[in-house]
């Protein structure tokens, strides 16, 4: 493929970042409390769990489901039946009508995720937070060899918790957390710059994390269908088509460059979601559509902040045009929250003072001015619970 000396070169040499992902988190946690089911299809997901079976009582089967409940996720033996993150309930039993259906126990996931977390931090202390089963490990200043250092770290986190994750490790945060997911699960992949070409170049351009449905559509249509012909295109063309920082992004990301540093727990300034949608959107012909969005994001971000024991004051949204235009609007509120309904509130609120005439192909939400409960002063109800503010008070998630 395309020249490789350039990208040797034009790189800074040295950095070491893991990216560390747990392997079907939901479900493995489960495993671990029903070691009885290792080895079958099990998805985790539906209603939540206020009637669990009593011990005793034969598991749920995907086939008795009714309803409108997605999967979370699901082990690899229900994943070779075809099922996957997000897919609904229905669907899911369709392809595997015999596979067990337990309901999420987020204390226990959180709990899990605390506690490996935790044992990393003791191996390796630079560490950013990405959610509830990922982090990125910056190892540039912890001895030892990269592969002896990286089994250490996954022995750490099976003695902490019991269970399996999968490490990528190259110089920089977009090529680990591609390779993190080459090898699943129980994964150890590592990367060097000259192993491009071979292992990154053949993938499709979705790996990348920032190219979603949209952009990788549009890729498709200009004939790029590996990350190999995005870094072989003209940059100029790229830039026509996304614009000057998405297109020139593409292709820097393509050529395996990504120079951010890690942010650090100390750091965490807001968490934001956003959508890119699957067709360009019209404010007033798709409401329904993007009202639909709007409060699944929502509703997102309030379990977001419920999981790492948070409120936020300030609620913003980000609206991308079809000519790749951004705007971006913010409200405070006098008081911090987690409720989807305010955030929801808030975004509307934010909405009305946005420009919506033209076609949108993306919506965000960004909440910053976090604060634990016990900081947000005025604040009557503490809706997490004091076990959600110890967790947050170690180390707080970012996004
Ligand atoms: N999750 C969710 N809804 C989704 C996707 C994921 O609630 N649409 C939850 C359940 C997952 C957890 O987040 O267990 C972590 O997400 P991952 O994408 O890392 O998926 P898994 O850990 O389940 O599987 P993998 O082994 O592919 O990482
Ligand atoms: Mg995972």
């Known amino acids: 493929m395309e020249s490789l000396p350039a990208i040797r070169s034009t790189l800074p040499p040295g950095r070491r970042i893991a990216h560390l992902d747990m392997d079907a988190f939901f479900a493995s946690v489960e495993l671990l409390s029903h070691p009885d089911l290792r080895g079958q299809p099990v998805v985790v997901g539906g ?26 996720t699901a082990t690899y033996e229900a994943r070779a039946l075809g ?10 039993a369709a392809l595997a009508p015999e596979a067990i259906l337990l309901p ?30 990922e982090i990125f490990i910056d190892l540039t200043e912890v001895p030892g060899e990269t592969v002896v250092l990286a089994q250490r770290i996954k022995d750490a986190v099976r003695d902490a918790t019991g269970l399996s994750c999968s490490i990528g490790i190259t110089p920089n945060k977009l090529l680990s957390k591609i390779a993190s997911e080459l090898q699943k699960p129980d994964g150890l992949t590592v990367l060097d710059l000259a192993d491009l070409p071979a292992r990154i170049w053949p993938l499709p351009p979705s790996v990348i994390n920032g190219v979603g449905p949209k952009a990788s559509a549009r890729l498709e249509t200009m004939g790029l269908h590996s990350i190999g012909a995005l870094a072989a295109a003209d940059p100029q063309a790229l830039v026509a088509a996304f614009g000057q920082s998405y297109g020139a992004w593409l292709w820097e990301a393509a050529h395996g460059r990504d120079e951010r540093p890690l942010v650090t727990s100390r750091e965490v300034k807001s968490i934001s979601r956003e959508t890119t949608f699957a067709r360009d959107l019209h404010a007033l012909r798709d ?23 948070l409120l936020a004051r300030t609620i913003g949204i980000k ?33 009305r003072r946005a420009p919506l005439d033209r ?13 634990l409960p016990e900081e947000a002063a005025g604040v009557e109800v503490d809706p997490f619970g004091a076990e959600a503010a110890r967790v947050s008070g170690m180390l707080l998630p970012i996004d």
């Not at 079809?322 to 808030?346: E, K, S």
């Not at 076609?359 to 604060?371: A, E, K």
């Open 83 to 92: 099922v996957h993150s997000g897919m609904g309930l229905m669907k899911a």
């Open 359 to 371: 076609p949108l192909r993306l919506l965000g939400i960004r909440l910053g001015t976090l604060v």
């Open 319 to 351: 609206l991308r045009y079809d000519n790749f235009q951004t705007v971006t609007r913010d409200f405070t509120l006098d008081r911090a929250t987690a409720a989807p309904g305010d955030i929801r509130d808030a975004a509307r609120a934010c909405l």
């Open 47 to 72: 209603p939540r769990r206020q009637d669990q079976p009593a011990s005793g009582r034969a598991y749920g089967r995907l086939r008795e489901y009714a309803g409108r409940g997605v999967a979370t």
């Open 287 to 309: 409401r329904a559509a993007l009202t639909a969005i709007l409060l699944d994001l929502c509703q997102r971000l309030g379990a977001d902040l419920e999981r790492k024991g």
């Open 104 to 133: 999420a126990n987020f204390p226990e996931y959180t709990r899990c995720s605390r506690l490996f977390k935790a044992a990393v931090a003791e191996l390796a202390p630079t560490i950013e937070d990405r959610g509830i089963d």
